[in-house]
C-alpha cells in the first residue's frame, strides 16, 4: 500500500492545527528528541527493535527527515493511544504526544507548503501525479451511450468488469486495461447500441442529425452527419482529415447498395470503437511539466466526474469559447450540473466502492436457509436505499455529517419490511423518517450484510470497515497463524459470540488490532447479519458497548454515531481525500494535501456541505492542470 494512505486523516488535520500553534517553531533535537528518548527508545532500540522500529537511531532531524514512512505511522500510532502500549508504565500526557504530531505535521507534510505553485521546471516534484489517458468505465461508456444516442441500450452488460486502482476506485487509468477480448466485446456493443437508436432515417432527428432531403445530396448530408456526431463522440473537434476517414465508411457501404442510415452507421460504428470515443485523450503538449488543460478535455473532466458521462451542449457551448478557464463559471457549471438528475451517476459509482458494497448480491449472500427473506430484489434495495441517501445528500447540498447519522433515509417495500418501517407499499424507492439507531450509512442493510459472514455478524468485519470507510485508518492483514473464529454464531457451547471473541483476543498478536477494530463492531451487534434490528443473540441478550483505547466508552449504535461526529476533522479528511481520487484517476501524492487543506477550509466555511467539497476540486491546480513527460 502505498505510503501516503497511512498519512490519513489523522496527520493532514494536525498539519492544520500545527500552523495555528506555530509548530514550525518546534526543533527535533529540542523538543521531540527527548520524548522519544523517554517513552519509546526502551522497546525500540537497535537491540530490542520491536516493531522492527529503531527509534534510538534518530539523533538528529536530519536523520528523521530521511525516514518520512516512519513518522508518519508514529503519528498514527500516537493519535489512536496505541504507542505506547497500554502496559508501559510511562506514557506521555497529551501536550506530548501533541508536540510530536505538530513537528510530524509540519516537517513530514511539508509538500503543502508549495501549495498555490505551478511548476515549469521539468524537474519538479509539484503535483507530479500523472494522469494516463485512461478509457472509459463500464459505467461511463454506458452513461455516454444513453446520452449520445439517447437509448437506454444497457450495453454495459456486454462488457468486462473494471478493476480498482488508485485511491480504490475503478476511474483509476493505471487499472484500466485494454485486450483483444475488450475490442471484441466493443464492437458487440456498438452494434447494439446502433441497432436500437439507428432504425431509419427518421432516427436522425432523434439524434439532433441531419435528414435527406431532395434539395440536399445524400453524400452532402452524411458527411454533416458524420462530422456532427463524430464531434460529439470524440468530445472535442474533429479535424476534416478525420471526418474524410469515416465518410470514405459511409461511401463503402453506399456502393455496395446499402440504406442511407444503415450506410451512415457503419461509419458510426467506426467512431464507437475508436480510441478517440473509448478514451478520455488529453492532449500532450510539446514541452515537459505542468501545464493547463484546453476547454474540452477540462469540460470532459468535470463531465464525467459529476455525470460519469460525456458533456452536454452547454459545455460544449462553454468549451467552444473558452470560458472554461474563469472560475467564477466552473462553479456555476458545478451547481448546475450538480441539480441535473444525472449527477446521481457521482451517488452510484462513488459511494458503491468508497463504501465497498459492489459484491453485494453477488459474492456477498447471506446463506439462503438462515436468511431466507435475502433475495436479489432486497440486495437492489439495499444498493438503491445507499445510492438515494448519499444523492440527496449531494443534490439537496445537505451537511455531509448526515452520511453518519440521519433523521431519513429511502425504502421500498421490501426494505421497509426488513426494518419494521410501516406503510410502505412498492418498488419504488420513497424518502422515510427513521429512528437515530437507523440513520446514517452504516446502519444500511448494504453495510450492515457486506459486514457480515453468511450465517452471522462479525464485529471485526463491521469494525475494521468503520475505520477504513469513516476514519481512514490502515487496518493491516491478520497474522497468517493466528487461527479463524468459527462461521456459525451458533455454537454448542452456548456462548455469545462476544464472549468468544474476547477469548480470541487474549491471543497477544491479535490484541492490538483488535482493541480498536472490536469495540466498534460491537456498536454495531444489535443488527444481524442482513441489517435486522435484534436484541438477542440466540439466547444470549446483546452487548452493543464498547470501550476505546482512547477509554471512550459508548453504547448501542446510536452513542457510537455520536463518538464518530465528534472524529469530524478525520472524517471529512477521509471523505476527501477518496473524493478526490475518484476525480482525478489516480492514486494520491503528498502534494495533493494542498487540495485536502483548501477542502477543510472550504467544509469549515458551509456548514459541511458537498458543494463546497466538490467545488474545492474542480477548481484544484491537479483537476484543471496536467503533468507531462511526453
Given at each position: 500500500?502505498?505510503?501516503?494512505?497511512t498519512i490519513?486523516?489523522?496527520?493532514?488535520?494536525?498539519?492544520?492545527s500545527?500552523r495555528?500553534?506555530?509548530?514550525?517553531a518546534?526543533?527535533?533535537?529540542k523538543?521531540?528528541?527527548p520524548?522519544?528518548?523517554?517513552?519509546?527508545?526502551?522497546?525500540?532500540?537497535?537491540?530490542k527493535?520491536?516493531?522492527?522500529l529503531d527509534l534510538a537511531?534518530f539523533?538528529t532531524?536530519?536523520?528523521?527527515?530521511?525516514?518520512?514512512?516512519?513518522?508518519?505511522g508514529i503519528?498514527?500510532?500516537?493519535?489512536?493511544?496505541e504507542?505506547?502500549?497500554?502496559?508501559?508504565?510511562?506514557?506521555?500526557d497529551?501536550?506530548q504526544?501533541?508536540?510530536?504530531l505538530?513537528?510530524?505535521?509540519?516537517h513530514?507534510?511539508s509538500?503543502?507548503?508549495?501549495c498555490?505553485?505551478?511548476?515549469?521546471d521539468?524537474?519538479?516534484r509539484y503535483?507530479?501525479?500523472y494522469?494516463?489517458?485512461r478509457?472509459?468505465t463500464?459505467?461511463?461508456?454506458a452513461?455516454?451511450?444513453r446520452?449520445?444516442?439517447?437509448v437506454?441500450?444497457?450495453v454495459?452488460?456486454?462488457?468486462?468488469?473494471?478493476?480498482?486502482?488508485?485511491?480504490g476506485?475503478?476511474?483509476?487509468g493505471?487499472a484500466?486495461?485494454?485486450?483483444?477480448?475488450?475490442?471484441?466485446?466493443?464492437?458487440?456493443?456498438a452494434d447494439?447500441?446502433?441497432?436500437a437508436a439507428l432504425?431509419?432515417d427518421?432516427?436522425?432527428a432523434?439524434?439532433?442529425?441531419?435528414?435527406?432531403?431532395?434539395?440536399?445530396?445524400?453524400?452532402?448530408?452524411a458527411?454533416?452527419?458524420?462530422?456532427l456526431?463524430?464531434?460529439?463522440?470524440?468530445?472535442?473537434?474533429?479535424?476534416?482529415?478525420e471526418?474524410?476517414?469515416l465518410?470514405?465508411?459511409?461511401?463503402?457501404?453506399?456502393?455496395r447498395?446499402?440504406?442511407?442510415?444503415?450506410?451512415?452507421?457503419?461509419a458510426?460504428k467506426?467512431?464507437?470503437?475508436s480510441?478517440?470515443?473509448?478514451f478520455?485523450a488529453?492532449?500532450i503538449?510539446?514541452?515537459?511539466?505542468v501545464?493547463a488543460?484546453?476547454?474540452y478535455?477540462?469540460?470532459?473532466?468535470?463531465?464525467?466526474?459529476?455525470?460519469?458521462?460525456?458533456?452536454?451542449?452547454?459545455l460544449?457551448?462553454l468549451?467552444?469559447?473558452?470560458?472554461?478557464?474563469?472560475?467564477?463559471?466552473l462553479?456555476?457549471?458545478?451547481q448546475r450540473?450538480?441539480?441535473?438528475?444525472?449527477?446521481?451517476s457521482?451517488a452510484?459509482?462513488?459511494?458503491?466502492?468508497w463504501?465497498?458494497?459492489?459484491?453485494?448480491g453477488g459474492?456477498?449472500r447471506p446463506d439462503?436457509?438462515?436468511?431466507?427473506?435475502?433475495?436479489?430484489d432486497?440486495?437492489?434495495a439495499?444498493?438503491?436505499?445507499?445510492v438515494?441517501?448519499v444523492d440527496?445528500?449531494?443534490r439537496?447540498d445537505?451537511?455531509?455529517?448526515d452520511l453518519?447519522?440521519?433523521n431519513y433515509?429511502?425504502v421500498?417495500?421490501?426494505l421497509?419490511?426488513?426494518?419494521?418501517?410501516?406503510?410502505?407499499?412498492g418498488d419504488?424507492?420513497r424518502?422515510?423518517s427513521v429512528s437515530a439507531e437507523r440513520?446514517?450509512?452504516?446502519s444500511?442493510?448494504?453495510v450492515?450484510?457486506?459486514?457480515s459472514?453468511?450465517?452471522?455478524?462479525?464485529?471485526v468485519l463491521?469494525?475494521k470497515?468503520?475505520?477504513?470507510?469513516?476514519?481512514g485508518?490502515?487496518?493491516p492483514?491478520?497474522?497468517?497463524?493466528?487461527?479463524?473464529?468459527p462461521?456459525?454464531d451458533?455454537q454448542?457451547d452456548?456462548l455469545?459470540?462476544?464472549?468468544r471473541l474476547?477469548?480470541?483476543?487474549?491471543?497477544?498478536e491479535?490484541?492490538?488490532?483488535?482493541?480498536?477494530?472490536d469495540?466498534l463492531?460491537f456498536?454495531l451487534?444489535n443488527?444481524?447479519?442482513?441489517?435486522?434490528?435484534?436484541?438477542?443473540?440466540?439466547?444470549?441478550?446483546?452487548d452493543?458497548?464498547?470501550?476505546?483505547?482512547?477509554?471512550?466508552?459508548?453504547?448501542?449504535?446510536s452513542?457510537?454515531?455520536?463518538?464518530l461526529?465528534?472524529r469530524?476533522?478525520a472524517?471529512?479528511h477521509h471523505?476527501?481525500r477518496?473524493?478526490?481520487?475518484?476525480?482525478?484517476?489516480?492514486?494520491?501524492?503528498?502534494?495533493?494535501?494542498c487540495?485536502l487543506t483548501?477542502m477543510n477550509d472550504?467544509?469549515k466555511?458551509?456548514?459541511?456541505?458537498?458543494?463546497?467539497?466538490?467545488e474545492?476540486i474542480?477548481?484544484?491546480?491537479?483537476?484543471?492542470?496536467?503533468?507531462?513527460?511526453r
Amino acid at each position: 500500500m502505498n505510503r501516503w494512505h497511512t498519512i490519513s486523516a489523522l496527520i493532514g488535520l494536525a498539519a492544520l492545527s500545527a500552523r495555528a500553534r506555530g509548530a514550525d517553531a518546534t526543533t527535533f533535537e529540542k523538543d521531540v528528541r527527548p520524548l522519544v528518548k523517554t517513552y519509546c527508545v526502551e522497546c525500540h532500540n537497535a537491540n530490542k527493535k520491536k516493531g522492527d522500529l529503531d527509534l534510538a537511531q534518530f539523533d538528529t532531524s536530519d536523520k528523521a527527515l530521511k525516514e518520512e514512512v516512519v513518522w508518519e505511522g508514529i503519528a498514527e500510532k500516537l493519535r489512536a493511544h496505541e504507542m505506547p502500549p497500554k502496559r508501559s508504565t510511562k506514557k506521555p500526557d497529551d501536550p506530548q504526544r501533541q508536540v510530536i504530531l505538530d513537528w510530524v505535521a509540519a516537517h513530514i507534510t511539508s509538500g503543502e507548503r508549495d501549495c498555490g505553485k505551478i511548476a515549469t521546471d521539468k524537474n519538479t516534484r509539484y503535483y507530479r501525479g500523472y494522469v494516463m489517458s485512461r478509457r472509459l468505465t463500464r459505467a461511463e461508456y454506458a452513461n455516454t451511450i444513453r446520452d449520445l444516442l439517447g437509448v437506454e441500450a444497457h450495453v454495459e452488460q456486454l462488457l468486462p468488469a473494471d478493476g480498482g486502482g488508485g485511491e480504490g476506485f475503478d476511474t483509476d487509468g493505471d487499472a484500466l486495461f485494454t485486450s483483444a477480448i475488450s475490442i471484441e466485446k466493443y464492437l458487440q456493443a456498438a452494434d447494439m447500441a446502433l441497432n436500437a437508436a439507428l432504425i431509419d432515417d427518421s432516427s436522425l432527428a432523434r439524434l439532433r442529425l441531419p435528414t435527406p432531403t431532395a434539395a440536399t445530396p445524400n453524400d452532402i448530408t452524411a458527411r454533416k452527419c458524420i462530422a456532427l456526431f463524430a464531434a460529439r463522440a470524440y468530445r472535442r473537434p474533429i479535424a476534416d482529415a478525420e471526418v474524410d476517414k469515416l465518410v470514405s465508411l459511409y461511401e463503402k457501404a453506399n456502393a455496395r447498395g446499402d440504406s442511407f442510415s444503415a450506410s451512415l452507421k457503419l461509419a458510426f460504428k467506426a467512431v464507437l470503437i475508436s480510441p478517440n470515443f473509448l478514451f478520455l485523450a488529453e492532449p500532450i503538449p510539446t514541452t515537459d511539466g505542468v501545464y493547463a488543460l484546453d476547454d474540452y478535455p477540462l469540460a470532459s473532466r468535470l463531465s464525467y466526474f459529476l455525470w460519469s458521462s460525456m458533456p452536454d451542449e452547454e459545455l460544449f457551448t462553454l468549451a467552444r469559447h473558452g470560458k472554461l478557464q474563469d472560475e467564477q463559471v466552473l462553479r456555476q457549471q458545478v451547481q448546475r450540473m450538480l441539480l441535473d438528475p444525472k449527477s446521481k451517476s457521482l451517488a452510484q459509482n462513488f459511494s458503491i466502492q468508497w463504501l465497498g458494497v459492489g459484491s453485494l448480491g453477488g459474492g456477498i449472500r447471506p446463506d439462503p436457509h438462515r436468511f431466507p427473506q435475502f433475495d436479489d430484489d432486497l440486495a437492489a434495495a439495499e444498493r438503491d436505499e445507499l445510492v438515494c441517501f448519499v444523492d440527496s445528500i449531494i443534490r439537496e447540498d445537505r451537511s455531509l455529517l448526515d452520511l453518519i447519522d440521519a433523521n431519513y433515509t429511502f425504502v421500498n417495500e421490501p426494505l421497509a419490511k426488513l426494518y419494521g418501517i410501516p406503510n410502505v407499499s412498492g418498488d419504488a424507492m420513497r424518502r422515510v423518517s427513521v429512528s437515530a439507531e437507523r440513520g446514517g450509512v452504516m446502519s444500511m442493510a448494504a453495510v450492515l450484510t457486506t459486514t457480515s459472514y453468511p450465517l452471522r455478524t462479525s464485529p471485526v468485519l463491521r469494525g475494521k470497515w468503520v475505520m477504513e470507510s469513516i476514519l481512514g485508518e490502515r487496518v493491516p492483514p491478520p497474522p497468517p497463524s493466528v487461527p479463524s473464529l468459527p462461521q456459525d454464531d451458533r455454537q454448542p457451547d452456548g456462548l455469545s459470540f462476544r464472549a468468544r471473541l474476547e477469548e480470541h483476543r487474549k491471543n497477544p498478536e491479535c490484541a492490538g488490532c483488535h482493541s480498536r477494530m472490536d469495540p466498534l463492531g460491537f456498536g454495531l451487534e444489535n443488527f444481524d447479519a442482513i441489517g435486522r434490528w435484534r436484541t438477542r443473540d440466540g439466547s444470549n441478550p446483546i452487548d452493543s458497548s464498547g470501550v476505546l483505547p482512547s477509554g471512550e466508552k459508548f453504547n448501542g449504535p446510536s452513542q457510537l454515531k455520536a463518538l464518530l461526529l465528534a472524529r469530524r476533522d478525520a472524517f471529512l479528511h477521509h471523505l476527501g481525500r477518496k473524493m478526490l481520487g475518484y476525480a482525478l484517476g489516480r492514486e494520491l501524492n503528498r502534494f495533493d494535501q494542498c487540495v485536502l487543506t483548501d477542502m477543510n477550509d472550504a467544509l469549515k466555511g458551509s456548514d459541511d456541505r458537498p458543494q463546497a467539497m466538490i467545488e474545492t476540486i474542480v477548481l484544484s491546480k491537479p483537476f484543471r492542470y496536467r503533468y507531462s513527460t511526453r
